[in-house]
Nanobody
C-alpha cells in the first residue's frame, strides 16, 4: 500500500506561482512512475506532468514551459512548481503513483487562479 498526501494548493492571482507537494508513505520502494493530474469542474481529469523513477519527465502542452515536476527520493516527496499561472489552471490537483500492482491517488489539493 502507498499513501499520498498533496499540499501547497491555494488561491493565487494570475501570473503568480505555486509549488505543490506530494508526500508518499507506505511501500514507497515499490513506486515507479509518479504524476500530477488535475480536474476542473465539469471536465475530465487530465495529466499535467509525469516523472519516472529515473527522472524522465513529461508535460502536457498546456503547462509546458511554465511548470517543473521533480521528485526527492530521500524525502519521498514529489513536487510541481507552477509559474505564470492562468485562470484556466484552476482545478483540483491530484498526485498519483504507479507500482507493479496498482495505481494510487492522493486526495487532491485545490488550486484557484484569479484573473
Amino acid at each position: 500500500q502507498v499513501q499520498l498526501v498533496e499540499s501547497g494548493g491555494g488561491l493565487v492571482q494570475a501570473g503568480g506561482s505555486l509549488r505543490l507537494s506530494c508526500a508518499a508513505s507506505g511501500s514507497i520502494f515499490s513506486i515507479n512512475n509518479m504524476g500530477w493530474y488535475r480536474q476542473a469542474p465539469g471536465k475530465q481529469r487530465e495529466l499535467v506532468a509525469s516523472i519516472t523513477s529515473g527522472g524522465i519527465t513529461n508535460y502536457a502542452d498546456s503547462v509546458k514551459g511554465r511548470s517543473t515536476i521533480s521528485r526527492d527520493n530521500a524525502k519521498n516527496t514529489m513536487y510541481l512548481q507552477m509559474n505564470s499561472l492562468k485562470p484556466e489552471d484552476t482545478a483540483v490537483y491530484y498526485c498519483n503513483a504507479f507500482t507493479v500492482r496498482a495505481v494510487y491517488w492522493g486526495q487532491g489539493t485545490q488550486v484557484t487562479v484569479s484573473s
